[in-house]
């Protein structure tokens, strides 16, 4: 996967993009024809085969140990962004695509960590007719055990309040605490073409108010991390936000809690 995607990517150049993020740096990948790709997060882009295929090994034999959260997010940032640039760089207006890959990547690897696949539609218990809930992905673990609720995005932005809203329907439907919140996301950055500058398009404060008003997520998982975002862990009402890498380390905790 992590071979195919770099590889598309080997004909492009790559050209340096300015931004007032503090602390990181971003490049893009550039065609023929002097269009540019998404932003690129420099120091994530590592995409060596070997912490690949670590990542896999681990797991394949479900022990992550010697494997830090920033190893695996950087293996998987890689993975995930080299296909996305290759869409951006081949096609016009596609969103769709990268997208999807995107949903089948981190739906994958988390049904590869927690060691069962998911399901797109629930059961729900109505007087009159029986009936099925779409969903985001759900992991059911089994009787007794929490059950993880992912929605996964390539960004947010307004329509991030659909992840709590579909959280509260869950914690209505089920009750409140037999589904972990937890949506994965890529990034929040935006590339102006013509001055090639990076933003981060944040909404801090709505994400409190959807926290504490409509429903609570265990955990939001980035592969590139916010600053605006992760600063939420350490306010009322907290939102633990933290690499995906993150999730390999405490899907078992999680899963017992």
């Not at 007032?20 to 120091?43: C, L, M, Q, W």
């Not at 085969?49 to 920033?70: Q, Y």
């Not at 016009?92 to 695509?97: E, L, M, N, R, S």
């Not at 729900?124 to 059950?147: E, Q, R, S």
Request: net charge positive; with cysteine.
């Amino acid at each position: 996967m992590l071979t195919e995607s770099v590889k598309a990517t080997a004909s492009y150049k790559r050209v340096p993009l300015t931004t007032v993020i503090p602390g990181k740096t971003y490049f893009a990948f550039e065609n023929k024809r002097g269009k540019i790709s998404r932003a690129v997060n420099a120091d994530l882009y590592r995409p060596k085969l070997a912490d690949w295929r670590r990542v896999t090994a681990a797991l394949s034999s479900g022990n992550f140990k010697g494997l830090s959260e920033d190893r695996i997010t950087r293996a998987i940032y890689s993975a995930a962004i080299s296909f996305c640039v290759t869409i951006d760089l081949t096609r016009t207006g596609d969103q769709k695509t990268p997208g999807t890959y995107f949903e089948y990547l981190i739906g994958h690897l988390f049904a590869s960590r927690l060691d069962v696949n998911p399901s797109t539609r629930l059961p729900v218990l109505n007087l009159d007719m029986d009936t099925t809930l779409p969903t985001d992905y759900v992991f059911d673990l089994g009787t007794g055990k929490p059950k993880f609720h992912l929605p996964i995005k390539t960004s947010t932005r307004e329509r991030v309040i659909q992840v709590w809203a579909h959280q509260r329907v869950l914690d209505g439907v089920y009750g409140t605490g037999r589904f972990l919140g937890t949506p994965v996301i890529l990034a929040e950055t935006k590339t102006d073409q013509k001055t090639r500058k990076v933003v981060e398009i944040c909404l801090p404060l709505q994400w409190r108010l959807y926290q504490m008003h409509i429903s609570q997520l265990k955990r939001v998982y980035y592969l590139d991390v916010p600053a605006a975002y992760a600063a939420l862990t350490g306010v009322f009402p907290p939102i633990h936000v933290a690499p995906f890498g993150r999730f390999f380390i405490e899907a078992t905790e999680l899963s017992t809690a």
